[in-house]
């Protein structure tokens, strides 16, 4: 069994959309997996409105949170918490999956390299002999683009969908601080030396061949700008959004 760890809020269309896309090139049923869903209580819809998105779906294996107050940090540590399965598969609710994935494939790469700890979907094009992820190269391996061991303190984590360990998971969960920005945690040698020594023990890739196209496309920014929302405070360490409409002072989104 697969845990799929899901930070979500109150926006059951985007929701839909994105398990919609994930059942059909992922995750057909989304049977035999345990989907582990937080929802924040922020966003302009209802709660009874996002439970609603999940009645689409064959979903046998649900544990679900529904959050007394809004944090993405909280959200997030909670549901890393929660997952138990030898393979986590991370989804935040925001993201549309363009193309079929083979997860098969994908697990039998992870089981062969034991040090490989995330292999993540790409929202980049990729090239023939490497592709870029923001301002960094990974090169083609042969198998998936791999990032440098000398960047890896630069890469981390962060919040594509991604297939994890569930041993990474669980050694680093414990070492982030569920108030703070969890993706930025990953990258922070300063504040969190013992989370960064955790990091550079594993290997890290892009699950993508030469010349494909992205696998992913993002629906949160989007939703952001329509709906008049934008990150509060610093904007690379948020841990809340804020909105021109008078709905919720918060609101969970990532770096």
């Given at each position: 069994?697969?845990?799929?760890?899901?930070?979500?809020?109150?926006?059951?269309?985007?929701?839909?959309?994105?398990?919609?896309?994930?059942?059909?090139?992922?995750?057909?049923?989304?049977?035999?997996?345990?989907?582990?869903?937080?929802?924040?209580?922020?966003?302009?819809s209802t709660e009874k409105e996002t439970l609603a998105a999940l009645k689409f779906f064959d979903l046998q294996y649900l544990v679900m949170?529904?959050?007394?107050?809004?944090?993405?940090?909280?959200?997030?540590?909670?549901?890393?918490?929660?997952?138990?399965?030898?393979?986590?598969?991370?989804?935040?609710?925001?993201?549309?999956?363009?193309?079929?994935?083979?997860?098969?494939?994908?697990?039998?790469?992870?089981?062969?390299?034991?040090?490989?700890?995330?292999?993540?979907?790409?929202?980049?094009?990729?090239?023939?002999?490497?592709?870029?992820?923001?301002?960094?190269?990974?090169?083609?391996?042969?198998r998936y683009f791999e990032c440098p061991a000398d960047k890896r303190i630069a890469t981390g984590?962060?919040?594509?969908?991604?297939?994890?360990?569930?041993?990474?998971?669980?050694?680093?969960?414990?070492?982030?601080?569920?108030?703070?920005?969890?993706?930025?945690?990953?990258?922070?040698?300063?504040?969190?030396?013992?989370?960064?020594?955790?990091?550079?023990?594993?290997?890290?890739?892009?699950?993508?061949?030469?010349?494909?196209?992205?696998?992913?496309?993002?629906?949160?920014?989007?939703?952001?700008?329509?709906?008049?929302?934008?990150?509060?405070?610093?904007?690379?360490?948020?841990?809340?959004?804020?909105?021109?409409?008078?709905?919720?002072?918060?609101?969970?989104?990532?770096?």
């Amino acid at each position: 069994m697969i845990d799929i760890t899901i930070t979500a809020t109150r926006r059951p269309d985007i929701l839909r959309q994105t398990l919609a896309s994930f059942e059909r090139y992922m995750f057909p049923g989304f049977q035999d997996y345990r989907l582990i869903i937080n929802i924040d209580p922020i966003g302009p819809s209802t709660e009874k409105e996002t439970l609603a998105a999940l009645k689409f779906f064959d979903l046998q294996y649900l544990v679900m949170s529904l959050s007394p107050s809004s944090s993405f940090p909280q959200a997030f540590h909670r549901v890393w918490s929660a997952a138990t399965a030898e393979w986590i598969f991370h989804l935040e609710d925001d993201w549309e999956l363009l193309r079929p994935i083979d997860l098969a494939d994908m697990l039998a790469i992870m089981s062969a390299e034991s040090d490989l700890a995330i292999l993540r979907l790409p929202v980049f094009p990729a090239g023939r002999e490497a592709m870029k992820n923001w301002n960094l190269w990974f090169p083609w391996n042969g198998r998936y683009f791999e990032c440098p061991a000398d960047k890896r303190i630069a890469t981390g984590f962060c919040g594509h969908p991604s297939l994890i360990r569930g041993e990474f998971v669980r050694r680093t969960v414990q070492l982030l601080n569920p108030d703070r920005n969890p993706e930025k945690q990953f990258h922070d040698w300063r504040g969190n030396p013992t989370l960064i020594a955790e990091v550079q023990r594993w290997r890290y890739g892009v699950w993508a061949k030469p010349s494909n196209s992205p696998a992913i496309r993002d629906l949160g920014r989007p939703w952001m700008v329509t709906n008049g929302y934008r990150k509060a405070g610093n904007k690379a360490h948020f841990t809340r959004w804020e909105s021109d409409a008078i709905i919720s002072p918060s609101y969970p989104s990532r770096p």
